[in-house]
């Protein structure tokens, strides 16, 4: 894709300089199998990563437990040197066991490594936002994370990291680690099928926090609905396309990070950006919340 496209407009992290596109990627999908390994072609890992950029792409998501280190190593590989105005989000707080689980590593010595992990294989000298994934595997779950981020605020106070975000958490969460850093970036299970977080959004949207949902397009079994198909055929696009055009009406702190390792579905998913859904449409598209057909089986892990 040579010509860059209407990316949504920008969004500005609060009380930071960083501009990010609303439509940026999410780089789960380029390792292998079950984010397990190296992926099937790698180069074809670059090229969705090169042409992403050619776009206009300036906001990639990634971790170094993806893989483990696979996919920071591709991104390393396809666009280091980085251009100017790219920023690399990526997220701790996790692991990988042999048998391709994803257990906690929210440990003072696991935090410290996975972050000297995430700025050697991206070859970054300090990582632009770093998340702090918490939670189970099928949502968020109360809880202090005091212990946790006080390490992260550690390693931004020592100019490893510049800007903090949180993954996987509650509004209570978010109220106790604003007493300890500041806060850009809500990183939490949303889509149009999958909307317990609806009130969360407009909070973070009325203080300008970012909310950049995970499995916008339903993740490991992206959504199937007759409804979205029925919306889609009147858009004259794709139930993808309308699933994220959806997502960046739904309020102006959504940034979306879908993955694809397919370069076909990053251009279609990049266009949707452009796609305007009218009322009507929206209107039709709202049953989906309440429709088993739509229901996405993924446990929360990534
Ligand atoms: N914080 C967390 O705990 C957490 C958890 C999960 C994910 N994440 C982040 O969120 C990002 C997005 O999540 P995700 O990639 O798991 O899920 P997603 O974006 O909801 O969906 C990805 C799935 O949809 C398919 N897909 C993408 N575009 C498509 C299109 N236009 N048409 C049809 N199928 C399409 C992909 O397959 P193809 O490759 O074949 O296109 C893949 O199977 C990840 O990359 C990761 O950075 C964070």
């Known amino acids: 894709m040579e010509k860059q496209i209407d990316l949504g407009g920008m969004f500005t992290l609060p009380g930071t300089s960083i501009n990010v596109k609303r439509m940026g990627y999410g780089a789960m999908q380029l390792a292998g199998p079950q984010v397990w390994g190296p992926p099937r072609d790698v180069d074809a890992a670059l090229a969705v990563l090169r042409e992403a950029i050619a776009a206009g792409v300036n906001h990639i998501d990634t971790s170094d437990f993806y893989g483990p280190h696979v996919t920071n190593q591709i991104i390393k590989r396809a666009l280091h040197p980085y251009p100017e105005g790219l920023v690399i989000v990526t997220k701790v707080g996790a ?48 809880g202090s994370i005091k212990e946790p981020l006080t390490v992260l605020a550690e390693l931004k106070q020592q100019g490893l990291i510049r800007h903090l975000g949180l993954s996987n958490v509650t509004p209570k969460q978010l109220v106790e680690a604003q007493t300890i850093t500041e806060i850009v970036c809500v990183q939490n299970f949303y889509n149009l099928a999958h909307r317990s977080d609806d009130e969360f959004i407009d909070d973070l949207a009325k203080r300008g926090i970012a909310y950049v949902p995970f499995f916008p397009l339903g993740g490991f079994t992206p959504l199937q609905s007759s409804t979205l198909d029925a919306a889609a055929a009147l858009m004259k696009a794709t139930p993808m396309q309308v699933a994220l055009a959806w997502l960046l009406q739904r309020s102006p702190n959504i940034l979306l990070i879908p993955g694809t390792a397919s370069p076909e579905h990053l251009r279609e998913n990049l266009e949707a950006a452009a796609l305007k859904l009218p009322t009507e449409i929206i209107t039709n598209l709202e049953p989906i919340n309440k429709m088993p057909e739509a229901f996405t089986k993924s446990s929360v892990t990534g």
């Open 95 to 142: 692991r990988r066991g042999e048998d391709k689980s994803w257990p906690h590593a929210l440990s003072r010595q696991e935090l410290i490594d996975a972050v000297h992990d995430n700025l050697r294989n991206l070859g970054l000298d300090e990582l632009d936002v770093v998340n702090l994934r918490v939670g189970g595997a099928m949502g968020p779950s109360e």
